[in-house]
């Protein structure tokens, strides 16, 4: 077994939109020395590490305790490090850094012989995406190299949107947190992989499927949701994922009033019981001792929200979490993706009162 990364780990706050480049040419020099810097992009926060280097590649999954067949996203400042890492890169991938890079849309692309296999899984392929945010863009720059990172949680718990979730996750485990305040999009990258016979969204995230389809109108999607010792065809399709302590329970159905009833009938049921919902429903049980976190006025918001309100109501001591699936469309489809793996797949179809 690995034994974990174990360092002191030292916290600077940065001013998200013009870091000071102090703590920002400490952390570069941290990721050129070999260790590991939490950092934050619009999605989420990352934990950092020289994506050309094994041995600091390594420490990120011994700080995380990930499993070695669940790859690493690299992230780049400048579409030129492609070349550092990817060979024949496609016309339609250029085309859609162009529209959607910096953004939250990571490319699955064929890996240069540099990039090191545990960083890959071992696999010839490499997901790279250039994060839209200013303190990961200046750190990548200090940095001088490309920078791998999945998100800066412990594996298989929510993951970081603060970087006091970071600390609480990894602290003794990372050598520099750069706090830049809370994430804007609060879900993860779209992975998009062109190297199969038709373009595939390998993981619904920030850009939708119906921007990436204005660009690529063959895109499919296919979800997958695997027990985790299943053999995984797409790496990190695990379903146990994103996973508070309370067991989360999901209300699926087109019937408003049917899904209220159910949720109420299951709060009565049992004790300490937590919701999540959007502002405009949150009152809906709010009669029964029920812990409500609300996820804002629309599911934007509730993107933003959703895994700091898991963390939130593990740490209010519910042992229930009630949420409603949101419609497929839009960010809908990434909400109800992480929803489905906190579950672990735990979902209740609600027929229609009539
Ligand atoms: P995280 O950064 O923790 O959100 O997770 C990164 C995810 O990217 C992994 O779990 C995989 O699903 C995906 N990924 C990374 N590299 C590849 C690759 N070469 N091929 C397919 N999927 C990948
Ligand atoms: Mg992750």
């Known amino acids: 077994m690995r ?44 934990l950092g590490a020289n994506a050309l280097d094994s041995t600091a590649v390594e420490k990120i999954f011994r700080a995380k305790g990930r499993p070695a067949n669940d790859p690493l996203i690299v992230h780049i400042a400048d579409l030129s490090q492609l070349s550092h890492l990817a060979v024949s890169v496609s016309e339609i991938a250029y085309r859609l850094f162009k529209r959607f890079a910096p953004g939250a849309l990571t490319l699955v692309l064929n890996k240069r012989e540099a990039v090191p296999a545990n960083l890959t899984a071992g696999m010839d392929t490499v997901a790279v995406r250039m994060p839209d945010h200013a303190v990961a863009l200046a750190l990548i720059d200090a940095a001088g190299r490309p920078i791998a990172a999945p998100s800066a949680n412990r594996f298989s718990r929510p993951s970081p949107t603060t970087a006091q979730h970071v600390a609480h996750d990894l602290d003794g485990r990372v050598d520099i947190i750069l706090d830049g305040g809370p994430t804007s999009i609060g879900l993860e990258s779209t992975i998009l992989s062109l190297l199969g016979d038709a373009p595939q969204v390998l993981r ?127 960010v809908g489809l990434a909400i109800g993706d992480r929803l489905l793996r906190a579950a672990e797949g735990v979902v209740i179809d609600v027929k229609p009162r009539r």
């Open 204 to 330: 619904p995230g920030g850009v939708s499927l119906e921007a990436l389809r204005e660009i690529v109108p063959d895109l499919t999607y296919q979800p997958q949701y695997l027990p985790d010792d299943a053999a995984a065809p797409s790496p990190g399709s695990m379903l146990k994922h994103y996973s508070p302590r309370a067991t989360v329970i999901l209300f699926r159905g087109d019937d408003d009033e049917a899904i209220w009833a159910a949720m109420k009938t299951f709060a009565k049921n049992h004790d300490h019981v937590g919701l999540l919902a959007l502002e405009k429903d949150a009152t809906r049980i709010a009669d029964l001792d029920v812990e409500v976190e609300s996820l804002g006025v629309d599911l934007d918001a509730a993107a933003t929200r959703l895994f700091s309100a898991l963390r939130s109501l593990d740490s209010r001591g519910v042992e229930w979490i009630l949420a409603r699936l949101p419609d497929t469309t839009g």
């Open 3 to 46: 034994q974990p990364y174990r360092t002191t780990t030292v916290c600077f706050q940065v001013d998200p939109q013009h870091p000071d480049p102090r703590p920002i040419a400490r952390a570069g020099a941290t990721i050129r020395a070999g260790g590991l810097v939490a950092f934050p992009t619009e999605t989420v926060y990352g």
